[in-house]
């Protein structure tokens, strides 16, 4: 019978009060066996044993033959050939004669294979020697770049034993901003690890996944720069380098919100590495007895030094100057000065910027463009050819895509026409737009401008040749009167 919670106390309180079992279940109008049960409190109603009926037909020598099909397949290590249920069943009719059904089969293969796998969510606690490993992974997040909405790629790294962590943004996932983001890494360290452990990437290898991984001669020569072992993680094998991906999350959750306003990458940047320095002085990992920043003096010690030379990061090319004086690199074009025209130059394109060179001479310097067909112009390399034709600077697209069109209307407005606005230009090229723009904005209402106004506003006051003496200055007198005697002087 059922018995509630109110039968139970009655029973629990009558016995402990003396009364006999006999007279408790007279007047409580139940079993002598029921008051028994529970009038001692040996068991408590709530409390259910699991039904459990053993199979007549599934034997111990049943069991033993399912057992040993999974072990064959366990040990034989084949993904497409294995024994299933259905198949253990048929074995059993026909090896031993099974008479049960196969449902009865499915349950017992059901429970011998939970027995001998391993939960897939069962993670075993690591704890790695200072200067051991590092781990490192890709997240992504959306932050404003100079008023635009942008989706940037963000590297994290972990040193493994100290938990410091490093955090910097990328507009791709590419090879030179894989290369780049490790080698600051380094240098914010200072230091390399022994390893380094990371997924499958596609810009490190080139063959195979996890043990069987094999990296791509340019990662492999970057690593043996560096001198660190590469460890490539197994597909979807996310725990085997947790510390790195708890902190993916933790630095779009606390560095990327709110959402970043910045002028330029290069500003993300040192915000990200800013907050970096201060989670390491002042963050502590709960499962840790000492703070990361204690950990880290001492692994930075075990850590290996960063190696003198620089190792070049770059994508580079050897492409020859257009007629518009630009070059062409991934995809997107360049301006160059317009002396370099239809001459070889060297384009080394980083993460995040692209720096081409004319024998060995560094001659532009770039953010870098992503997609397809961009053009990149700096109006320095223009200035030169738009004085010898004026004519074209207001549709020179170099101009038109680097002048702000505040300045451009303004400069409709010069009285000298087309020439007063490349000379403008070259007022702006030597000594910054936002300072014309400053001078355009303080002139009264209805004045024309002109250059020469420009001019006046941005030259400096001469300093003054003239040289004030804090106090005059004491002469010394000199009596002459032996020096014209021996010269036969007349005395004054």
């Given at each position: 019978?059922?018995?509630?919670?109110?039968?139970?106390?009655?029973?629990?309180?009558?016995?402990?009060?003396?009364?006999?079992?006999?007279?408790?279940?007279?007047?409580?109008?139940i079993?002598?066996?029921?008051?028994?049960?529970?009038?001692?409190?040996?068991t408590?109603?709530?409390?259910?044993?699991?039904?459990?009926?053993?199979?007549?037909?599934?034997?111990?020598?049943?069991?033993?033959?399912?057992?040993?099909c999974?072990?064959?397949?366990?040990?034989?290590?084949?993904?497409?050939?294995?024994?299933?249920?259905?198949?253990?069943?048929?074995?059993?009719?026909?090896?031993?004669?099974?008479?049960?059904?196969?449902?009865?089969?499915?349950?017992?293969?059901?429970?011998l294979?939970?027995?001998?796998?391993?939960?897939?969510?069962?993670?075993?606690?690591?704890?790695?020697?200072?200067?051991?490993?590092?781990?490192?992974?890709?997240?992504?997040?959306?932050?404003?770049?100079?008023?635009?909405?942008?989706?940037?790629?963000?590297?994290?790294?972990?040193?493994?034993?100290?938990?410091?962590?490093?955090?910097?943004?990328?507009?791709?996932?590419?090879?030179?901003?894989?290369?780049?983001?490790?080698?600051k890494?380094?240098?914010?360290?200072?230091?390399?690890?022994?390893?380094?452990?990371?997924?499958?990437?596609k810009v490190?290898?080139?063959?195979?996944?996890?043990?069987?991984?094999?990296?791509?001669?340019?990662?492999?020569?970057?690593?043996?720069?560096?001198?660190?072992k590469?460890?490539?993680?197994?597909?979807?094998?996310?725990?085997?380098?947790?510390?790195?991906?708890?902190?993916?999350?933790?630095?779009?959750?606390?560095?990327?919100?709110?959402?970043?306003?910045?002028?330029?990458?290069?500003?993300?940047?040192?915000?990200?590495?800013?907050?970096?320095?201060?989670?390491?002085?002042?963050?502590?990992?709960?499962?840790?007895?000492?703070?990361?920043?204690?950990?880290?003096?001492?692994e930075?010690?075990y850590?290996?030094?960063?190696?003198?030379?620089?190792?070049?990061?770059s994508?580079?090319?050897t492409?020859?100057?257009?007629?518009?004086s630009?070059?062409?690199?991934?995809?997107?074009?360049?301006?160059v000065?317009?002396?370099?025209l239809?001459?070889d130059?060297?384009?080394?394109?980083?993460?995040?910027t692209?720096?081409?060179?004319?024998?060995?001479v560094?001659i532009?310097?770039?953010?870098?463009?992503?997609?397809?067909?961009?053009?990149?112009?700096?109006?320095?390399?223009?200035?030169?050819?738009?004085?010898?034709?004026?004519?074209?600077?207001?549709?020179?697209?170099?101009?038109?895509?680097?002048?702000?069109?505040?300045?451009?209307?303004?400069?409709?407005?010069?009285?000298?026409?087309?020439?007063?606005?490349?000379?403008?230009?070259r007022?702006?090229?030597?000594?910054?737009?936002?300072?014309?723009?400053?001078?355009k904005?303080?002139?009264?209402?209805?004045?024309?401008?002109?250059?020469?106004?420009?001019?006046?506003?941005?030259?400096?006051?001469?300093?003054s040749?003239?040289?004030?003496?804090?106090r005059?200055?004491?002469?010394i007198?000199?009596?002459?009167?032996?020096?014209?005697?021996?010269?036969?002087v007349?005395?004054?």
């Open positions: 019978m059922i018995v509630e919670m109110d039968l139970y106390y009655q029973i629990r309180s009558r016995y402990n009060d003396g009364e006999s079992i006999r007279s408790i279940a007279r007047k409580l109008g079993s002598r066996q029921t008051v028994k049960k529970y009038c001692r409190g040996d408590h109603p709530d409390e259910r044993k699991p039904y459990h009926r053993d199979s007549e037909v599934v034997t111990q020598e049943v069991i033993d033959f399912a057992r040993a999974l072990e064959e397949d366990k040990k034989e290590n084949l993904s497409k050939q294995w024994h299933t249920a259905k198949r253990i069943y048929d074995r059993l009719v026909f090896e031993k004669g099974f008479r049960g059904a196969e449902s009865t089969i499915r349950k017992l293969v059901k429970t294979r939970a027995e001998m796998d391993i939960s897939p969510q069962a993670d075993i606690p690591l704890e790695y020697d200072p200067g051991d490993a590092g781990q490192i992974d890709w997240g992504e997040a959306t932050a404003y770049i100079n008023g635009q909405k942008t989706k940037v790629q963000f590297f994290c790294g972990r040193l493994c034993n100290s938990c410091a962590i490093f955090v910097q943004a990328y507009y791709s996932q590419n090879t030179e901003s894989f290369l780049e983001a490790q080698q890494m380094f240098d914010f360290f200072g230091g390399v690890p022994l390893r380094l452990i990371f997924d499958n990437a490190a290898v080139k063959e195979g996944f996890g043990k069987h991984a094999k990296a791509t001669d340019g990662y492999k020569a970057f690593a043996a720069h560096y001198a660190f590469t460890e490539f993680c197994n597909i979807a094998s996310g725990n085997e380098k947790g510390l790195v991906e708890n902190l993916v999350g933790f630095a779009r959750k606390n560095f990327m919100v709110p959402v970043p306003r910045v002028k330029s990458i290069d500003e993300l940047n040192a915000q990200l590495l800013a907050s970096c320095t201060d989670y390491m002085n002042t963050h502590k990992v709960t499962t840790k007895s000492v703070s990361v920043k204690e950990a880290y003096e001492v930075r010690y850590l290996h030094s960063v190696p003198t030379y620089r190792f070049d990061t994508k580079t090319e492409p020859s100057v257009g007629d518009y630009t070059v062409r690199f991934d995809k997107n074009n360049y301006s000065p317009v002396k370099y239809r001459k130059v060297t384009v080394k394109g980083y993460a995040n692209v720096h081409i060179y004319h024998k060995g560094l532009a310097t770039h953010d870098r463009a992503y997609g397809k067909n961009k053009t990149e112009y700096h109006l320095e390399h223009y200035i030169d050819l738009l004085e010898r034709k004026p004519r074209a600077v207001f549709q020179a697209k170099p101009v038109r895509a680097t002048v702000d069109k505040e300045l451009l209307d303004w400069g409709k407005m010069l009285p000298g026409g087309n020439k007063e606005m490349v000379k403008l230009l007022l702006c090229v030597d000594h910054g737009v936002d300072k014309v723009l400053d001078i904005r303080s002139l009264p209402p209805g004045i024309v401008p002109t250059v020469d106004i420009v001019r006046s506003q941005l030259r400096e006051t001469p300093e040749n003239i040289i004030h003496f804090k005059d200055v004491n002469v007198s000199t009596d002459l009167s032996t020096y014209d005697k021996k010269c036969g007349m005395p004054r």
